[in-house]
């Protein structure tokens, strides 16, 4: 079964700094079928990027993604103060598909 | 614009069932598959599964094979979801969940309000 790991675990950072955050699969994910999401405390997710790379309507440009096979990364680029929430990565492009990752805390130093 | 409003919170006890609701609105509900995913305290997302209101297919993750239950109803532009024998580690916050494209379940672009269910004795 298909397992994603995310790393760091938290990333403690300053407003304006970049952030690198990594979603690494256990198996080749199928036709870069991979999205990132952002979720803020007591809201629900919020979808960044579809396709390892396209970002969803109404996405800043400060924030990317990249990769391809069993490797991905999201990058943004300043960090905004609404930036600072938990970002999770999903792969449907395998069965069972909808995995997620278990999230990077972007954290204020 | 597109809306999933969901069911308000649920408290029950351990072997009892829920059932949360999903309805969605300014959309066409059939075209579009419903995913639900659930966020126990503290913890991350876990993905239960998807229903597609067109023809009823089901993709559940087999950690909830025959534990939960599916549903829509295209009349009301309504989806549920169903989980029994509950078990107080199925203590969460359920999403219910719309893809970005046409009979496509992910990735999933608009999200209901979450309806926290809590199982306690």
């Known amino acids: 079964e298909m397992v994603l790991t995310q790393s760091p675990g938290t990333l403690s950072l300053s407003p304006g700094e970049g952030a690198t955050l990594s979603c690494r699969a256990s198996q080749g994910v199928s036709s870069s079928y991979l999205a990132w999401y952002q979720q803020k405390p007591g809201q629900a997710p919020r979808l960044l990027i579809y396709?390892?790379?396209t970002r969803a309507t109404g996405i800043p440009d400060r924030f990317s993604g990249s990769g391809s096979g069993t490797d991905f990364t999201l990058t943004i680029s300043r960090l905004e103060p609404e930036d600072f929430a938990v970002y999770y990565c999903q792969q449907y492009g395998r069965s069972p598909p909808g995995t997620f990752g278990q999230g990077t805390k972007v954290e204020i130093k | 614009q597109v809306r999933l409003v969901q069911s308000g919170p649920e408290v029950k006890k351990p072997g009892a069932s829920v059932k949360v609701s999903c309805k969605a609105s300014?959309?066409?509900?059939?075209?579009?598959?419903i995913s639900w995913v659930r966020q126990a305290p503290g913890q991350g997302l876990e993905w239960m599964g998807w229903?597609?209101?067109?023809?009823?297919?089901?993709n559940y993750a087999q950690k909830f094979q025959g534990r939960v239950i599916m549903t829509t109803d295209a009349s009301t532009s309504t989806a549920y979801m169903e989980l029994t024998s509950l078990r107080s580690d199925d203590t969460a916050v359920y999403f219910c969940?719309?893809?970005?494209?046409?009979?496509?379940?992910?990735?999933?672009?608009?999200w209901g309000q979450g309806s926290l269910v809590t199982v306690s004795s």
């Open positions: 229903i597609s209101p067109y023809n009823g297919n089901t």
């Open positions: 969940a719309r893809g970005r494209q046409e009979w496509l379940a992910l990735p999933s672009e608009y």
């Open positions: 300014d959309y066409s509900f059939i075209n579009y598959p």
């Open positions: 396709g390892a790379s």
